[in-house]
Structure formats: structure tokens, C-alpha cells
């Protein structure tokens, strides 16, 4: 009998399960992370820890070249899963779209409001209303990893493409809602070399090397610009060629494929888990309940928990009742729910925009920090404990002939 999976979707799902695979991995790694770094901030290390984040080297801290250098690569790799993903993957027709964008938009709304809700009498706390906005998906692909066989496939698919249509809401809202007083000039530089990565690739210039020269020059002029300089990695992801024939998806020598092999594993072992040993450290000694239950760590850690199930779950069941969209295969919809659990999951995308929301108070970033980790925690275990439980899809019956 033919396969019933078509050779035009065979290799792209093939190596989106490739990249589930490492980002679960990743995702366990930076469980570990951030844990050290909990334990570091409240041990006898914390003064040192602290100080190297805090001490200059080239004219920045080194919490700002992590968070604005470093993760400026991870940036990159989101803006390649995105281009691949619209272009030759899972999202790259309307109707793969619908479930996963409703579910992604319903899960960015639902958090925002709800922590609006909490801090709608405290002006100046209002900024973070997209902090718990986005999912950490190598979180919570970790969290599915340990679950193994009970979660079908076609869920992590699903979990994978919502994380990265939120990862593209995230890049927008820090574009168009945490951008500094602006330098037309170095915005102008930074569009100049924008247009010849966009010549490089009109020309068909298929080796990465000369996309990965003009790289560093792009970062720089957009972070003198007042942009924040991580967008630079998204910009030249979008420059980066996918070849395509007619009929048949780009080749395994495609340069975006290529770039993006050679970075997931760095960016899921080593980067990823720097930032959250970076921004996950939080002393706890001397804290007391105004920075447990005041409105920004309370209003995400709600939001975080029951924003983002009932964003998620909410839209995903509204489109697959109305016929929009189905079911993913060989899922209930107790697992479905169970997924939206694992939304509420925000750790790095959050603790990075929070830093963004609140650049110049350390005390309302240690909140952010504090409810980030409640609302992950609790979303993860609760999460996790739903689909241990949740009841599986029946085998169809087979008739003996």
C-alpha cells in the first residue's frame, strides 16, 4: 500500500521531529540551569555570582552581553524555524495554520488581560502586560520528554508550531512596544547593510560566510538605533536563502538549513541554558510578602497558569468545534488540554521581555523573576500530572478478514 504521507511533507516533518528531539533535550538542560542558578543566588556564592553579571567588560555588564549579544544568536534560530516553518513546514498552508495560530493568539491575550486585570492601580508596572505573553518551548518540550509514549507526536507537532507563532508575536511586541528613543542614523546604517544581506540573497548567493561577515555589523548599528539589538538575529534570518525547485521542498544543502543545523545544538546546550543561569538567579534572603504577592509577580504567575489554559485551550477547542480545524491525530482532548497546561510554561521569552519591561528597577525584576518561576513550576507539574492521567485515544479495531 502507498504511504498516505505525502514526499512534499515526509522530510520537513522528519526534521521538525529532529528539532523536537533537540529542544526537549535543551529543555531539560535548562531545567538544570536554573536551578543551579536558584541555588547559587542563595548560597555563599551569590556575592560573586552577582558581581561578574554586574561587571563591565568592552563598555557593557556582562547580564547585558549575554542578553543582548548572546541571545541575539538565539534570535537567529528563531527567525530560521519561523521562515522554514511558513515556508516549507508545518505552517506553511492556511489550513496547518488555524489550530495552532488561533491557539497562539488566544494564548497571548488571555495572559496580557489577566495581568492588566492585577495591575491596572500601579501605572508603572503596567509595562510588563507582555511578560507572560510567550511559551518557552524547549521547557516545555522538556516536560513532554519525560512523558514519552503518552503523548502522540502529532502534539508535540502542534505544541512546537504555537511556540513558534508565539515566538513571532514576541519578536513583534518587542519590536513595536519595547523600543528606546530611536537614532535615525544608526537605523539608517543598520537598513543599508539590511538591504545588502537582501541583495545576497536576490543574487543567489548560496555560501553563508558572506551573510555571517555583514552579521556583526548589523547587530551593532541596531543596537546604537534604539531597537533592541536581539531583532538583528531576526532580520538576518529572513535573509538567509531557502532553496526550493518547483513541486518539491529546498534540498538538505539548503544554506537557511545548513545555518540552522550548525546552530540548534549551541543555542539549546550553551546559550539558552547561560541566559537562564544568567536571569534565573534570585536571592531570597530578606524578601518578604510585598515581592511574593505584589501585583507584577502575582499577576504572572495567574497569568502564566490560567491565562494561558484558558487562551490556549479556550481558542483551540472553539476552532476544532466549529469545524475550522481538527483535532490533532491520535489525541483527546483531555491531552489537548493538558498541552495548554505546559503553555503557561514562560521561562526564557518572559524573563527576557520582563528585563525589557523594567530596565532600570532590579527590584520589580527580581518580581518578574519570582513569578515567571511560580507560573512555570506550577504550569509544568499540573501539566505534567494532566496528560500522566489523561486518557488516551483508542486503538482502532481491527475485523479479522
Known amino acids: 500500500m502507498a504511504s498516505n504521507t505525502s514526499p512534499r511533507w515526509s522530510r520537513p516533518l522528519s526534521m521538525l521531529r529532529q528539532f523536537i528531539h533537540m529542544e526537549a533535550s535543551g529543555g531539560l538542560v535548562l531545567m538544570a540551569a536554573a536551578a543551579a542558578a536558584m541555588v547559587v543566588a542563595n ?46 513546514g ?49 521547557f516545555a518540550l522538556g516536560v513532554l520528554s519525560l512523558l514519552g509514549s503518552r503523548v502522540p507526536m502529532s502534539l508535540r507537532v502542534f505544541l512546537t508550531a504555537l511556540a513558534i507563532l508565539d515566538d513571532l508575536g514576541a519578536v513583534l511586541i518587542i519590536a513595536v512596544f519595547y523600543t528606546a528613543d530611536l537614532s535615525l542614523f544608526n537605523l539608517g546604517m543598520a537598513a543599508v547593510v539590511l538591504l545588502c544581506l537582501i541583495g545576497l540573497n536576490r543574487f543567489g548567493v548560496a555560501k553563508l560566510w558572506p551573510y555571517l561577515v555583514l ?36 534540498d538538505a544543502h539548503s544554506p537557511l538549513h545548513r545555518l540552522e543545523h550548525a546552530l540548534v545544538g549551541w543555542v539549546a546546550f550553551l546559550v539558552i541554558p547561560i541566559f537562564g543561569f544568567a536571569n534565573a538567579g534570585v536571592s531570597l534572603a530578606g524578601l518578604d510578602a510585598s515581592i511574593l504577592t505584589g501585583p507584577v509577580p502575582l499577576g504572572i504567575a495567574v ?59 532590579p527590584e520589580l525584576v527580581d518580581s518578574v523573576k519570582v513569578g515567571v518561576l511560580a507560573g512555570s513550576l506550577v504550569s509544568g507539574l499540573v501539566g505534567w500530572a494532566v496528560l500522566m492521567k489523561a486518557p488516551r485515544e483508542a486503538m482502532p479495531v481491527t475485523k479479522a478478514a
Open 43 to 88: 548560597s555563599p556564592l551569590a556575592q560573586t555570582y552577582f558581581t561578574v553579571l554586574n561587571s563591565y567588560v568592552f563598555g557593557l555588564s556582562v547580564g547585558h552581553w549575554i542578553n543582548d549579544a548572546l541571545m541575539a544568536i538565539f534570535f537567529l534560530l528563531v527567525g530560521l524555524e519561523i521562515k522554514r516553518e511558513f515556508l516549507d
Open 90 to 138: 508545518q505552517l506553511s498552508t492556511w489550513s496547518r495554520r488555524v489550530l495552532p495560530g488561533a491557539a497562539a493568539v488566544g494564548g497571548m491575550l488571555a495572559p496580557a488581560l489577566i495581568y492588566i486585570a492585577f495591575n491596572l492601580n500601579t501605572p508603572e508596572t503596567l509595562a510588563g502586560w507582555a511578560i507572560p505573553a510567550a511559551t518557552d518551548i524547549a
Open 215 to 250: 552579521a556583526p555589523v548589523l547587530w551593532f548599528f541596531v543596537f546604537q538605533s534604539g531597537i533592541h539589538a536581539t531583532l538583528a538575529g531576526v532580520a538576518l534570518a529572513l535573509t538567509i536563502p531557502l532553496t526550493q525547485s518547483k513541486g518539491r521542498p529546498d
Open 303 to 361: 497569568a502564566l497558569f490560567v491565562g494561558k489554559q484558558i487562551g490556549v485551550f479556550g481558542a483551540a477547542w472553539a476552532v476544532i468545534r466549529l469545524g475550522a480545524a481538527d483535532l490533532p491525530i491520535g489525541a483527546t482532548m483531555a491531552q489537548l488540554y493538558g498541552v495548554a497546561l505546559l503553555c503557561g510554561i514562560g521561562f526564557t521569552m518572559s524573563l527576557f521581555i520582563g528585563v525589557l519591561a523594567f530596565p532600570t528597577s
